[in-house]
């Protein structure tokens, strides 16, 4: 019982106390979500800093990587590059030391060129010489060697020059050849490549081995001939070049070479030749094939007019008569020259009429004219 209070003011104060108990209440919940905010915004700091700490690190680690990589990359052209260079000093070099000539001559000074160790200038090396002959081919042809006829010719030239001491010598020996094929056109210049590879395609009193030193393709060799009992050797690139209706070897024998140093003895044949394979019909082909042969060179110079009657076999005696000495060679080394390529292109003609004769076997690709038959008998 409540003594001189009236019951507005009992309500009123039974109302405080209710309110401040709320407020109370209120405050305390305040008091506990500003612990728990704070205890939140601790542990987001915390996850905040570690996932940074994460993220510099994947960050660190992916641009070493690329760094890494970079580096690597970098390396590559930069030693890309000074190969390149060093090729292209080479080539430079090499070039300039060549007399620029409008023509393929017998006696051109790139004839001397020396064909390069380097591996990439060496390939680079064969290229050139090969394309060297092919485009003076191409030019030559504008004036075919026996006009326009279609028989089947040959005749040797020897030329003559003036050495160093002003007497007559023997310059070179060239040969022109011409000879129709009842096949086709690539088919046969296919068959000439294998004949060439085997049977060297030189006289056999020229050669008593021969091999392939080098092979960038299938259309591009270094081949060897050596004859030990003359001392001669001939080093030659190879080139196959294939057009729409015609296919063109090049033969490019080289004076020079650095991975074949000089021995004393030694006589060097160099020169160059083409051999041209031109359709006239999908079964007739005319084949045209010119060499020259320079006068060997040693290791001091070129060859003297005795060194050169030696290779044929005759002794010095008379050579004081120089005009008269160098006809009697001209007289044997056109028999040499005549009746061995004579031999050789009659085998290869037989070749061509057994591959020509076989019965059909069925589709090929025509960029594939492997045909099988019998080597051996036409190896002497």
Not at 111 to 123: F, G
Not at 138 to 144: A, T
Request: hydrophobic share 35%.
């Amino acid at each position: 019982m409540s003594y001189g209070i009236s019951p507005v003011e009992l309500k009123r104060i039974s109302q405080s106390n209710r309110d401040r108990k709320y407020r109370a209440k209120k405050k305390l919940e305040h008091k506990r979500l500003i612990e728990e905010l704070e205890t939140l915004q601790d542990q987001h700091e915390t996850n905040k800093f570690a996932s940074l700490i994460d993220e510099i690190t994947s960050n660190a680690e992916l641009e070493a990587i690329r760094l890494h990589d970079s580096l690597t990359q970098n390396q590559t052209l930069r030693a890309n590059v000074d190969r390149m260079n060093v090729v292209c000093k080479l080539l430079h070099d090499w070039v300039r030391s060549l007399k620029p000539s409008k023509r393929i001559t017998p006696k051109g000074s790139w004839l001397h060129s020396t064909l390069l160790a380097h591996p990439a200038a060496r390939v680079h090396g064969y290229k050139w010489f090969s394309d060297r002959i092919y485009h003076a081919a191409d030019s030559l042809l504008s004036e075919p060697p026996f006009e326009n006829s279609v028989e089947d010719e040959m005749q040797h030239i020897m030329h003559t020059e003036l050495d160093e001491d002003g007497l007559r010598t023997i310059g070179a020996n060239e040969l022109r050849l011409q000879r129709t094929h009842f096949y086709d056109f690539k088919a046969t210049a296919h068959l000439f490549w294998n004949y060439i590879i085997l049977n060297n395609f030189v006289t056999s009193s020229l050669t008593t081995s021969s091999w392939i030193a080098d092979s960038v393709d299938s259309k591009l060799v270094y081949h060897c001939v050596v004859n030990e009992q003359t001392g001669t050797t001939l080093r030659r690139i190879l080139r196959m070049y294939e057009e729409p209706n015609r296919v063109v070897i090049t033969f490019a024998s080289i004076a020079n070479d650095e991975c074949y140093p000089w021995t004393d003895s030694e006589l060097r044949t160099h020169g160059y030749a083409w051999a041209i394979f031109e359709r006239v019909s999908d079964s007739m082909t005319i084949a045209r094939f010119s060499t020259v042969h320079s006068a060997p060179i040693t290791p001091k110079g070129a060859a003297s007019l005795e060194q050169i009657g030696q290779i044929y076999g005759k002794s010095a005696h008379g050579i004081e008569h120089r005009e008269a000495y160098i006809e009697h060679v001209r007289a044997i080394a056109e028999k040499v020259y005549l009746t061995g390529f004579r031999q050789l292109t009659d085998a290869f003609a037989e070749i061509v009429i057994q591959a020509a004769t076989q019965p059909p076997r069925g589709e090929h690709d025509d960029d594939d004219y492997a045909v099988e038959f019998d080597l051996s008998r036409f190896a002497d």
